[in-house]
Every structure is written in C-alpha cells, then in structure tokens.
C-alpha cells in the first residue's frame, strides 16, 4: 500500500464550512494526487504535486485548494463545502521505480449536508 | 482530451469461467495504463502496470494485454473465482508529461457466482 494513510476517513460537515483533508506517505516518493471518486463520474483528478511546493490543477480543481510543505504530507482544502463536493476523495502516488505506478489511499467519505 | 472506456459496465460469471473484460481510450500517447481492482467500500488496488512499449503483463491467474495503436487493453482473469468479485478498473497516464496523471474508466463490475 506504499504506506499511505489518508485523515479523516469519514466527515459529515455543513454547508459553507472549510474543510481539510490529510494524505500523509512514508515513503517520500515524489509525485503525490488528489481524486474523487462519484458514480457515474467515476474517479477525476482534482490537484496533484510534483514536489514540495510544487502543485497543479487537474480536471475537477474548482473549489479545491492544495498545500505541501513536507513531502510526506499533501492536504486538500474545501475553501466552502458545497453539496455538490460528497463524495469519497481519495490520495495517491507513484512510483518513479516502478514505471510511475500508482498506489491508493484507503479514501475519506465526506458527505457536505 | 483522454476518454476511457469499459466494457461490460457489469457482468456476472459461474465459478471456474475464465473471462475478458475490455478497456479502451481515445488518445494512443500514453504512457503506460494500469489496471485496479476495488472492493465496495474500500481504496483501488494495483493488479497490472503495462508500459506504452509492452505488448502484455501477467500476474498469476490475470494477463492484461495493451494494443496501444488501436487503443485497446484487455483483462483475462483465468479460473475465476468468488474472491475474485469486485470492480475492475482500466487508467491510462499521458505520455508528454513527466506526471502519472490517471484518467479513469467507469469500471466493470464482476460477480463470480459459487
């Protein structure tokens, strides 16, 4: 699981408030990315980050923001929860060492009421 | 844009059949594409990574193979089984860029019935 944990794993919040969810790695590969997973959607990516500091927009960013100070540490912010914003999120990295592979998080259910 | 597509959104197989589940994209410069698995509930997976200049992949009873020309992958799972139940997805990553950006297929979703 390349040593992958995602906090928290499940959050009910209002409407209108931020929130921060937390991708943490253990082993300091480069290359770390943001998806939610809806049905009919399936999963899209909304930021990733090609190194401390360094991050980019993917297909779904509006509403989203990203930090990384740490390279073990990626954090997606909701600026103003919104409905359309439930789903499961889930983190990833690749893998430089095996062909840019990816490996999952296990996800955060967040479900914006 | 990259579009993937999978084929069948679902299917449903008796124990010990060895079946075929189909993966295709739009754009042929990939990268690579890899094939996941999820179970309901849970995080994907990784069954399978093929490089954009392989032809195929095997790990234990599953073999995927890549036409990256016409923009075809495909999953062989041998002697199915019940544990093997769950949902099956297909990504390619682009090939112009030095990021493994995963564009994503709805998945299949198999039932092995004992």
């Known amino acids: 699981d390349a040593g992958i944990t995602q906090s928290p794993r499940h959050k009910v919040t209002e409407t209108g408030t931020p929130v921060t969810l937390r991708c943490h790695q253990t082993?300091?590969?480069?290359?770390m990315y943001w998806y939610r997973q809806d049905p009919g959607h399936g999963l899209r990516l909304i930021h990733y980050s090609y190194g401390v500091k360094d991050t980019d927009k993917g297909e779904v960013s509006d509403g989203y923001s990203v930090s990384r100070s740490k390279t073990e540490d990626f954090l997606l912010t909701l600026e103003s929860a919104t409905s359309s914003q439930t789903s499961v999120y889930f983190c990833?990295?690749?893998?430089?060492?095996?062909?840019?592979?990816?490996?999952f998080g296990p996800g955060t259910r967040l479900t914006v009421t | 844009k990259q579009e993937v597509t999978q084929i069948p959104a679902a299917l449903s197989v008796p124990e010990g059949e060895n079946l075929v589940l189909n993966c295709s994209f739009t754009d042929s410069a990939i990268y690579n594409l890899q094939w996941f698995r999820q179970d309901p509930g849970k995080g994907l997976t990784s069954l399978l990574l093929?490089?954009?200049?392989?032809r195929e992949q095997t790990s234990g009873r599953l073999n995927a193979s890549l036409d990256k020309s016409s923009g075809r992958s495909t999953l062989y799972i041998a002697a199915s089984q019940p544990g093997d139940s769950a949902t099956y997805l297909c990504?390619?990553?682009?090939?112009?860029?030095?990021?493994?950006?995963?564009?994503f297929g709805e998945g299949t979703q198999l039932t092995v019935n004992p």
């Open positions: 990504a390619v990553s682009p090939g112009k860029t030095s990021g493994s950006r995963l564009t």
């Open positions: 990833a990295i690749s893998r430089s060492d095996r062909g840019r592979e990816q490996y």
């Open positions: 093929i490089q954009s200049s392989q």
């Open positions: 082993e300091n590969h480069r290359y």
